[in-house]
C-alpha cells in the first residue's frame, strides 16, 4: 500500500523504520514546523524529520497539507493509507477522506480513556495501575473514532513519562504491520467507543509542574513521573529550584510536608502529607540530570535533614 505518515516525536520513529523496511510503499511523512530550542534558540529538527532526510522521503508540512492550494498535489500521492501518531495537530477532514483504505490513529492510551493532548502523562499523574497502546480509525471528532485492536500493560512503580513511551513506541512498531495488513485485506473489524467511558486528557502545562508538598505521597509522585521529561515537576531549595525527574512512594511515615527526612548516601526522602516520597533522579537548576546517588557523591552536603523545601 502507498503510506502516508503523520508524526514528530521520538516516540513514532520505530513505527516509521518498521514501515519503511517492509513491503509497503512510504510515500511521505508529514512532520511538524521546526521549533527553536536551547540557549542558541537554533531550529531542532524533529527525529521524523532527521529520518526522512537520511531515507530521501518525501517530507511534507503542516502547514502545506492544510492548505486547499496544495490538494492536487496530495492527491498526485494516491494514498492509500494515512497514518498519525502523536502528530500534535488536528488533520483536516478533508485529508482524512483522502486515503483510498481510510486514515487511521496510533494513539497512546486505552480509549475511549484519555483522549487528546497528553494521554501517557495523565494516566502517570493520575495515579492509573495500566494503560496501553490503541490503533483506532479517525473521524472527525478528537481521538473519537472506532477501535481496530488495543495493546494494555501495567504502569509499574516508579515509572514515568520517558519509560511508558520507550513500551508504547516499542508496542507500536511490533503491531503496526499486522495492523496495516488486516486494513489492506479487509479483515479488521471496528469496535464503537462507549462515550459513557470517556475522558479527555489536556495538555499539561508549566503551571502544574510546582510541587505541593501539602498532597498525598501518591499525588506527588504521579505529579514528579508524569511531567519528566517535560515540563518537569520542581520544588524550591535555599533559593534555588530543583527538578525532580523520578521518584517513588517510600512507606516511612510522614513529618511536616516538605521536610527533608533523609539525605544520606542511600536515600533521599522527603516527608508528603502522608508518607515519604523518595526521590530518585533530580538536577539542581540549569544544572545536568543525575540519579541521587551520583548527585551525593558530587554534593553530599548539600541537603540536610530536617530543613524543608518550600
Not at 492544510?66 to 477532514?93: C, Q, S, W, Y
Request: charged content about 30%; hydrophobic content about 35%; aromatic content about 8%.
Amino acid at each position: 500500500m502507498n503510506i502516508l505518515f503523520a508524526a514528530t516525536p521520538k516516540i513514532a520513529l520505530k513505527t516509521l523504520e518498521t514501515i519503511y523496511e517492509s513491503k509497503h510503499n512510504l510515500i511521505g511523512v508529514i512532520c511538524a514546523e521546526e521549533k527553536r530550542s536551547g540557549r542558541g534558540l537554533k531550529f531542532v529538527k524533529s527525529p521524523i524529520r532527521v529520518f526522512a532526510e537520511e531515507k530521501k522521503i518525501k517530507i511534507f508540512s503542516y502547514d502545506q497539507i492544510k492548505d486547499k492550494k496544495f490538494r492536487p498535489t496530495l492527491e498526485r500521492l494516491n494514498i492509500d493509507l494515512l497514518l498519525v501518531f502523536a502528530f500534535g495537530h488536528i488533520i483536516t477532514e478533508d485529508l482524512l477522506n483522502m486515503a483510498k483504505h481510510g486514515s487511521f490513529n496510533i494513539h497512546t492510551s486505552l480509549l475511549p480513556k484519555y483522549r487528546g493532548a497528553a494521554p501517557i502523562q495523565r494516566s502517570i499523574i493520575n495515579c492509573d495501575r495500566e494503560t496501553g497502546i490503541t490503533f483506532m480509525k479517525m473521524d472527525a471528532g478528537l481521538d473519537t473514532g472506532p477501535i481496530v485492536n488495543s495493546v494494555k500493560f501495567a504502569i509499574e512503580e516508579g515509572m514515568n513519562t520517558e519509560d511508558l513511551e520507550k513500551i508504547m513506541s516499542d508496542i507500536s512498531s511490533r503491531n503496526i504491520l499486522q495492523v496495516i495488513d488486516s486494513i489492506e485485506e479487509k479483515t479488521f473489524s471496528l469496535t464503537e467507543q462507549n462515550e459513557n467511558e470517556s475522558s479527555y486528557a489536556p495538555k499539561v502545562t508549566k503551571a502544574e509542574a510546582r510541587i505541593d508538598w501539602t498532597k498525598s505521597a501518591k499525588e506527588i509522585v504521579g505529579k514528579i513521573n508524569g511531567l519528566c521529561p517535560n515540563p518537569c515537576a520542581f520544588s524550591e531549595y535555599k533559593n534555588e529550584r530543583i527538578i525532580i525527574h523520578r521518584a517513588k512512594i517510600n512507606s516511612l511515615p510522614a513529618s511536616d510536608p516538605g521536610k527533608i527526612i533523609k539525605a544520606d548516601k542511600d536515600e533521599f526522602l522527603v516527608s508528603g502529607i502522608d508518607q515519604c516520597i523518595e526521590i530518585k533522579e533530580l538536577a539542581r537548576q540549569n544544572k545536568k540530570r543525575m540519579e541521587y546517588k551520583s548527585f551525593f557523591n558530587g554534593s553530599n552536603n548539600f541537603f540536610s535533614s530536617n530543613e524543608s523545601f518550600e
